[in-house]
């Protein structure tokens, strides 16, 4: 299988799998623990020395942590908001995967180099937009609808990163740099404990305040989080903004 055709694999399985001299991929009884962190520095260290790869990484990873780790307790918000069965919540899954579907075809298929910068931008603050409207949902339509905003801008930001890194990045590092962007893939999980953590925090002030019980503070408690992670992804979107609008990505693949 060509390099291109093993694009999301896991980090640990790409640097397993990218033969040592090149952009192919061999055995994994080839590749040593130290022959992996070499790799794994070795893409660091390229990343770190181009602005049109290491800004829009830095943003994944920020947006890995502060935003798609929401979707480890969506399971909880469709129980306590929203309210629904787990058929309801099935559909609530479902709505993020619709509207990474919808990205593909509208953005993803249609993007140029030249727009890869600013769609990601753009993604990014839609994404931003969406967790935060999440927080404000009270109905079920309303949830669908936030959700399904959240899974467009996340596969338009993904599709626009990865597609620059797949232009910018020559084959025989190109397993090693893939493998640095995927490592917010851990970020997910320990986002979800920090925002469990948050909503915990918030929760247990919420029913000390009011004199209410942890269980009927949840609801305020679960819609605050996700407003307030939506500014924090709006935030970091906005502070990365320039340097990845300044980037050009190049037209033909490196």
Known sequence: VHPKGRYFLKPGDVLTLVEPGGGGFGPAARRSPARLAEDLREGFSFVRARPVLWAPILLAYLLG??????????????????RTTGGGYGLLVAASGLGAVVASVLVTARARPKELP????????????????????RTYAWAFAALA??????????????????????????????????????????????TGLLVDLLATRRAAGLG??????????????????????AVCSLLLARTILRTRVSASEG
Do not use: H, K
């Open 65 to 82: 942590f502060f935003g798609v780790s929401v979707v480890r307790i969506i399971a909880l918000f469709a129980r306590v908001v929203v």
């Open 118 to 137: 600013r769609n990601m931008v753009v993604a990014a603050l839609c994404f931003s937009a969406a967790l935060a409207g999440l927080g404000y949902a």
């Open 149 to 194: 905003a959240l899974g467009f801008g996340q596969m338009a930001f993904r599709s626009a990163v990865s597609t620059t890194l797949q232009l910018e990045t020559p084959d025989r590092l190109r397993g090693r740099v893939v493998s640095v962007l995927t490592l917010d893939f851990s970020l997910w999980s320990i986002g979800a404990l920090a």
């Open 212 to 233: 209410v019980t942890f269980e009927a503070a949840q609801p305020w408690a679960l819609g605050a989080a996700f407003t307030i992670l939506g500014g924090v992804c």
